[in-house]
Every structure is written in structure tokens, then in C-alpha cells.
């Protein structure tokens, strides 16, 4: 009766499974995964509800694109930033995950490959398997500063591929898009869907950081943005696309991400007449999630010590810490005994496909007490698992 694009009714994982039975258990947990910002106790204006409380969005007017008053309000957000784009170029989705699978749509046949990094963001088998298009991978490797793209392995791969995405900075290894990666993307010339949600959150950018694709004319593509990281407003359901590359091919896949946006005409009307107050608040809002960031990875930095076995690898952005730990345990059995005896959920890095063991991986959003004491914990546990009498 039901379609096999999905497995329906996957079993949870062990970790999940003790996860959900120590909550039932009423267990008070420190959740070092914790992504969502609106539950870390960030100040959300009431400003934000008024906003979305216009006379204007009692008539529908329906928009493919999107209405004009928001995709002004979002190029003045690039203005900001320095790029130019304007109203024009930019199409709204009430989400990047839309995006991405309408741009599956555009780019892609049932059967057809993209290619996306490794490590990279675990939502993307999903959203492939709903387009039934397949993933393929091109990895990513730590230079002992910054994550960089095997460029000989990504030119193999693009051979049989329709796409590639990059995301930038990469969930979780906060790595950027290189000058002279992207040299390699515009001479392999498929098109790119350029994820770059976490662009606002800096650390600390290699020299040759690409910032955004928003003014590239040379290699195709689409970038991709949206106000749940931009403004930490997930729950607002606004995102959009801006195609980019030479002006022949920027104009026809316009035509075509209008058809298809029309189909659905999916972008509700009180968020896009509130788009422009909710820019304004952007230093408000991004600057308390950077800060945050901030604090919590500085406060990582500074727990651990110099003879500690585990490592915090360099980010050049984005909301995540990736720790290197010793190879005693699995990722598993670290992820499962941090929770059942220090009450600390963390995420293995298997989950975002790192290539080799052991990794754990840490959202920094987490409130500072929960994520110090969380960390404190995490660190204390790994030093004495891997005490020197035990063989690393
Ligand atoms: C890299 C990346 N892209 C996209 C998203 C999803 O964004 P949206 O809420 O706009 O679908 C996430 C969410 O965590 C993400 O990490």
C-alpha cells in the first residue's frame, strides 16, 4: 500500500532508545546535542509575534518567487554582509530542507546521483530518498587546522554525478569552502547547492575562507540560506535559494525554480510580510547565538589540558566542537556509557559519516552551566577510562 522510498518504521538506536528511557526516568540530562535555539534560554523579543500579526497578510497574493517586501528585507541582509544580490535573484522556501529537495527536483532524475561531503549533515539520506535520487560521497580531511576536500577523489565522483552540494561552514566540522577547492568546482562545472546556513558564525576563517557563493559567476549553482540559523528561528519556516553562475544559466534555472515553487506556492504570508522586522533584529538575534557559541567553546578550550587524550579540532565556524577521543572504547560505547553514568548525551561521529573512529560531536548551544558541567563531565570520564595503566 505505501511506497518504498522510505523504511517506514526504522528501529531507534540503542543510544536513543537508553536516551528515551532515562528521560521517562526522569533523569536530568545534560544534553550536549541540543540544536535548537529557542529552548536555551536566548532572548526572543515579543517584537517577533507582533510582527507577524500584519493586516497585510488577510489577502492572499499568491507569489512563486516570493513576496517582494521579503526578498527586499533579505537583500539588504546580503548588503549587510557585504554581497550584492538583489530582490530578483532570490526565491523563498519556507526552509532549506525544501530547498534542497526542490532543487533534487530541478537537478536531479529518480536514480540519478548527487555527491555530498563526508562528514557532513545527516538529514541529506533523507531528503534524498524522498526524491528517490542516491547520495554519493566525496570525503573531507582534518589537515590538523581546518577539514579540506579531497579534490581528487570529489573530480572521480563527479563523473557519475548530476550535483554537488558543500555546505559551508560544514555541520559539524565548521570548515569553509577553499579558494582553491572552488578553483576544482568551476572546472568540474556541475552544478552546486551551497548550503550556507551557518555563514553569520565565525571562529576562526583559514585565509582562504570562501565567505559566500552569493556573487560567483564562474562555476553554477545555488546558495542556500534560511532564518532558522540566520535568525535562530526555526519555528518561522522561512528559507530561500539564490541561484548564482554565469547569467544564461542563473536566467534558465530561475524560469524553472519558478514553475516549480508554483506548484506549491508553500511560503506562508505572515512570514514574508514580517521578514523585514525580523531582519532588523539579526545583531540582536545572531549575535547572542555567536556569543553563545563563543563562551561555550572557550569554555571547552579551557577544560581541557595539555596532557589530556582528548582533542578539540580546529573550526573556522558554525554552532559544533568535534573531539578526537581515544580509540579504547568505540564511539558507541563512549556515547552509551557518557550517558548512563554521567548522564551526558553527545553524538558519535558516525552519525555525520566520519570516516574513522573515535569522535564525539558537540552542539555549543547548550545553556553555559549545562554545557561546562556537561563537558566536565565528558572529560573527567575519558581521562579515567584511558588512565596510563590501560593500553591506548
Ligand atoms: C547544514 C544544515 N542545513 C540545513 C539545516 C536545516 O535548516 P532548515 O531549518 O532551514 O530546514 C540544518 C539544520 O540543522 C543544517 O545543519
Request: aromatic letters at 10%; glycine letters at 6%; a negative charge.
Amino acid at each position: 500500500m505505501f511506497s518504498t522510498r522510505l523504511q517506514w518504521s526504522e528501529p531507534l538506536n540503542p543510544l536513543s532508545e537508553l536516551l528515551w528511557q532515562l528521560r521517562r526516568e526522569r533523569r536530568h540530562i545534560f544534553d550536549l546535542t541540543e540544536s535548537n535555539p529557542t529552548s536555551v534560554g536566548l532572548l526572543y523579543p515579543s517584537a517577533i509575534t507582533t510582527a507577524l500579526g500584519s493586516p497585510e497578510s488577510l489577502r492572499h497574493q499568491p507569489s512563486a518567487q516570493g513576496l517582494l517586501i521579503a526578498r527586499e528585507a533579505i537583500s539588504a541582509y546580503y548588503q549587510q554582509r557585504g554581497f550584492e544580490v538583489s530582490s530578483e535573484q532570490l526565491f523563498l522556501t519556507t526552509s532549506t530542507s525544501e530547498a534542497y529537495s526542490l532543487l533534487f527536483k530541478l537537478l536531479a532524475d529518480p536514480g540519478d546521483t548527487i555527491l555530498i561531503p563526508s562528514p557532513s549533515y545527516p538529514l541529506f539520506s533523507f531528503l534524498a530518498q524522498l526524491e528517490s535520487v542516491k547520495l554519493s560521497e566525496y570525503p573531507l580531511f582534518y589537515d590538523g587546522s581546518t577539514w579540506r576536500i579531497d579534490t581528487h577523489t570529489l573530480r572521480e565522483e563527479a563523473k557519475h554525478a548530476k550535483a554537488i552540494i558543500l555546505v559551508s561552514p560544514n555541520n559539524p566540522t565548521g570548515s569553509f569552502l577553499h579558494q582553491s577547492e572552488l578553483e576544482v568546482l568551476r572546472e568540474i562545472n556541475l552544478p552546486l547547492i551551497a548550503d550556507e546556513v551557518f555563514g553569520d558564525y565565525l571562529a576562526a576563517p583559514e585565509p582562504d575562507a570562501v565567505f559566500s557563493l552569493a556573487q560567483e559567476r564562474r562555476a553554477p549553482g545555488f546558495v542556500l540560506s534560511g532564518f532558522s540559523k540566520v535568525l535562530g528561528l526555526p519555528q518561522m519556516k522561512l528559507g530561500w535559494v539564490l541561484p548564482f553562475g554565469t547569467e544564461k544559466f542563473t536566467q534558465e534555472a530561475s524560469q524553472h525554480i519558478e514553475l516549480l515553487l508554483d506548484t506549491y506556492l508553500s511560503v506562508g504570508a505572515p512570514i514574508q510580510h514580517a521578514a523585514p522586522y525580523l531582519l532588523d533584529m539579526f545583531p540582536l538575534l545572531s549575535g547572542q547565538i555567536a556569543e553563545r557559541v563563543i563562551e561555550n567553546r572557550r569554555a571547552l578550550r579551557g577544560l581541557i589540558t595539555k596532557e589530556s587524550p582528548v582533542s578539540l579540532l580546529g573550526v573556522e565556524g558554525g554552532w559544533y566542537a568535534v573531539l578526537r577521543v581515544p580509540t579504547v572504547h568505540t564511539e558507541d560505547e563512549w556515547c552509551m556509557m557518557l550517558l548512563e553514568r554521567d548522564s551526558v548525551y553527545v553524538h558519535p561521529g558516525y552519525f555525520f559519516d566520519f570516516e574513522a573512529e573515535a569522535f564525539l560531536v558537540l552542539s555549543l548551544l547548550a545553556r553555559p552551566e549545562i554545557f561546562q558541567e556537561g563537558a566536565r563531565r565528558l572529560l573527567t570520564r575519558i581521562e579515567a577510562e584511558t588512565s596510563p595503566a590501560e593500553p591506548s
